[in-house]
């Protein structure tokens, strides 16, 4: 007869299968918590560039909407496209340069620069003024 040889696992194979399955567990969790940890530090960093940025165009908005009252004052007197231009450059806040009919600026913070410029409708058109630039430029190398 043949001998049948079995093969049998004791109390302690069980404990370290159980071990194990612990363990992995553990690391996995361990390794959810630091992504998770870093995903939130990554929300608050885009958060913090996000509210910059929008703070920069806000302030060249408020100086688009100075320029379209300097541009509404210069029209009132003025006869000619030329007597509008030069009314307008007397009346321009300090930030804003005049070449031609095209008005610009920058709105600048720590890492970020936005350019603006806006083309001067001739005298008697409807829009005053319109949007040539609005472009932002930011050095990501201090940011993050």
Known sequence: MK?????SFGPGAASLILIFVVLSMTVLG????????????????SLQVINAVYALDAR?????????????????????????????EAQLPDEVEMDGDSLYWTETDDARTLECEIQVMPLGSAQRAEWVRHDLYAETGEVW
């Open 30 to 45: 361990m390794l959810s918590l630091m992504s998770a940890r870093n995903d939130a530090v990554l929300s608050d960093r």
């Open 60 to 88: 060249a908005q408020e100086t688009r909407a100075t320029l379209d009252e300097v541009l509404a004052e210069a029209a009132k007197d003025a006869q000619s496209d030329e007597e509008y231009l030069s009314a307008i």
């Open 3 to 7: 001998k049948k040889s079995s093969i």
